[in-house]
């Protein structure tokens, strides 16, 4: 009996000691769940903004992890950029650990694995999904990192008001919160200031032909001097191949989601577009040192602004748990809404007094002979911004 | 603006026609629906690409991304499907789409998840003015070409000993074999014509588009299944009015509805479908002998 006893003390001592070591090693430890895109048609979004961030916890975890002390273990796992996948991915996230949540570059899959993280508490940060509606829908977990649409759509208003433009025609598609909204924030800015909006007309995303809607630009019996649309890969490169096709010069104003390889790789049929970033790496500014630091980690240099925006939420998580003293979800949460004029790489990040949609400033761009040129970078005056 | 209209329904329907008739080509001898025929325009978009990126004269660009739809379409039967020659057609379906989910993994894992630009020539974005309405060039190739390929096709099947004994197979292929035809000649030969004609629309497709990407042959397939089911499957003739059909109710729906029900656009497209099959179950054109489905 006794050297049973014994035995079975020791086993019990075992078993103490082995789930104290096993939860001091964890406790150094923080899981941080990436619901991203590695296939489909967010991939090209999701797979830069991931990149930059992979590299913030790399440098953050060489000095110790966030704050310094909760080495970084980065769980990634891809949604297919479907919006349910996205939910399974998130649900299978929070049951290996997960503290924070990270999901793909737009709202929809956004909500759908915020609806998941919202009742545990966990802080949830899209790459760079930037509908402003997107905090709103989920509740207080959910942040926005990239400059929200109607941001961006004040920018590029203030900016086609500030050419001369007077009217526009709006391109929108139902089937995305993205491609639906950003046009229609554009309209009420540029009407508000005095533009007139000349027509309206909407396409499916993946569709094959916007010969149609072309004609029925061609047909408009007040022509506009602009068209603004939020559409993207592949649909951008179609809408304006066809639009010139077509014969019809009138200049294409579009937002972030343009402002890729693919679209400037169409050389010189996008000669005047406007487009937007987080940034502008200007000689001697920190985006053109973490361009050159980001060059040297991935082996080839940052395609946008999505790396360094997911590099950046690398630093907000590591500020947010310095200011919260620990790596509780609910500190976590509450110090990043907290923050303001945190000095990120692309300049203030602030989002204390905000609906969790960060105010950061807008680069506006013009492609010019297969170039992004910079115009000009503003954060708009915040009285013009459409409500959400 | 109506008969600009009209032009831009003719182009679409084009395209969807030389679609449409290749995978009728095949389903009309083999029984089979590819799904992997999308991933054959994906494979020509990605060749016209990279023989543009080494820099090939265009129109041996697109002499080669043709070429390379065609051996593709061939390697696939070879590879996939002649293992699979005795199964039940439902196995046949499976593995088309296996095929086209493996061909789209390796597309966006080995080249790139990122739709590719693809500078077509200055003069492809023109227009010229015809009357009072202006056309653009793209369209008139669209049209131009696909006419070019139905009567080709036609002719090819018509004249030819080979194209006889499509025909033929297409009604009866053990009567067909009967007569010392070899099975695997005839099937390779379909599915030839059928990448052929993948690698025709594909063409049109990114000169329509500027841009390849992994997943851009999944729109087009849907489309020509719908066309092929409208007009009849394994119907020929058929395949070529549902295309048409499809094209031009797209286009003048888009044209004409208001922007409030621009939406279900897709919706009252595929009502208009199940109307018409309601109507003629069979399709518009049926084919001669109707395959097992």
Redesign the interface.
């Known amino acids: 009996m006794p050297t049973l006893y014994c035995l079975h003390r020791a086993a019990l001592y075992a078993a103490v000691f082995g789930i104290a070591a096993v939860s001091t090693a964890r406790a150094e430890e923080i899981i941080i769940g990436a619901a991203t895109a590695q296939t489909g048609g967010l991939a090209p979004y999701d797979q830069p903004a991931l990149a930059g961030l992979r590299m913030a916890f790399d440098e953050l975890n060489a000095k110790g992890g966030l704050a310094g002390k909760y080495t970084v273990k980065l769980v990634i796992k891809d949604t297919r950029s479907d919006t349910a996948q996205t939910a399974t991915v998130a649900q299978e996230l929070i049951d290996a650990g997960a503290k924070i949540m990270i999901t793909p570059c737009d709202a929809d899959p956004s909500i759908s694995a915020g609806q998941l993280t919202q009742p545990l508490g966990i802080p949830t940060l899209t790459l760079c999904g930037s509908a402003p509606v997107l905090t709103a829908a989920v509740g207080d977990v959910m942040f926005g990192t990239y400059p929200a649409d109607n941001v961006q759509a004040t920018a590029v208003a203030d900016f086609a008001i500030s050419e001369g433009k007077k009217k526009v025609f709006l391109l929108t598609s139902p089937d995305s919160t993205y491609t639906a909204n950003l046009p229609e924030y554009f309209g009420k800015v540029f009407e508000k200031k005095g533009g007139a909006i000349a027509g309206r007309g909407t396409y499916t995303m993946g569709q094959p032909d916007f010969s149609a809607e072309i004609t029925n630009i061609k047909g408009l019996a007040d022509q506009p001097d602009l068209i603004m649309t939020a559409a993207y890969e592949p649909d951008f490169p179609a809408f304006i191949q066809q639009l010139r096709g077509a014969g019809v010069t009138i200049p294409v104003y579009g937002a972030d989601a343009i402002g890729t390889p693919t679209i400037k790789g169409l050389g010189k049929l996008v000669d005047g577009v406007v487009y937007t970033a987080a940034g502008y790496a200007e000689p001697g500014s920190k985006l053109e040192a973490f361009n050159a630091a980001f060059t040297k980690y991935a082996g080839h240099a940052p395609e946008s602004t999505y790396e360094v925006n997911g590099y950046e939420i690398g630093l907000i998580l590591d500020q947010a748990v310095k200011t919260a003293g620990s790596d509780d979800p609910k500190a976590v949460r509450d110090a990043i809404a907290g923050l303001k004029d945190f000095e990120g790489i692309t300049g203030k990040i602030t989002y204390a007094g905000t609906d969790r949609m960060p105010l950061r400033p807008v680069a506006l761009m013009r492609y010019e002979g297969g170039e992004g040129k910079h115009i000009q970078t503003m954060i708009p005056d915040a009285a013009d911004v459409p409500a959400p | ?1 109506i008969a ?2 009209i032009i ?1 329904a003719v ?2 329907g084009g ?1 969807y026609a030389l679609l449409a008739l290749g995978l009728a080509i095949v389903f009309s001898i083999v029984g089979l629906i590819n799904f992997a025929h999308g991933e054959l325009m994906t494979l020509s978009g990605y060749a016209l690409l990279a023989a543009l990126v080494f820099g090939l004269p265009f129109p041996l660009a697109v002499l080669v991304a043709v070429s390379c739809g065609a051996l593709a379409a061939v390697a696939m039967e070879r590879v996939a499907f002649r293992p699979m020659r005795d199964a039940s057609v439902t196995s046949l379906l499976l593995t088309s789409f296996a095929v086209s989910s493996l061909l789209k ?1 390796v597309f ?1 894992n080995g080249i ?6 693809v ?2 020539p ?1 003069w ?4 010229f003015s015809f009357g009072d309405f ?1 056309i ?4 008139s190739i669209s049209i131009v070409v696909s006419a070019l390929a139905l009567i080709a096709l036609e002719l090819f099947l018509r004249r030819t000993v080979t194209g006889t004994a499509m025909r033929a197979a297409a009604e009866d292929f053990n009567v067909v074999r009967l007569m010392g035809i070899p099975a695997s000649r005839i099937i390779a030969t379909a599915f030839l014509l059928s990448g052929l004609l993948a690698g025709l629309a594909a063409m049109l ?1 990114v ?5 390849v ?1 992994p ?2 042959g ?3 397939v849907l ?1 020509a299944f719908i066309a092929a089911v409208v007009g009849g499957l394994g119907s020929l003739p058929g395949a070529v009015a549902g295309g048409f059909l499809l ?1 031009i109710i ?3 729906l ?2 004409t509805l208001p ?1 409030a029900v ?2 279900y ?2 919706a009252i497209v595929l009502s208009g479908v199940i109307a018409v099959l309601l109507v003629r179950p069979q399709g518009l054109i049926p084919a001669v002998r109707v395959q097992r489905s």
């Open positions: 603006m600009q209209q831009n182009s679409l395209v993994v966006q790139s998840a990122r739709p590719q630009a500078a077509m200055g492809m974005t023109g227009a202006t653009g060039v793209g369209p497709w000169a329509q588009r500027a841009s990407d997943l851009m999944f729109t087009p489309k094209g797209e286009v003048l888009q044209a922007a621009a939406p656009r897709d």
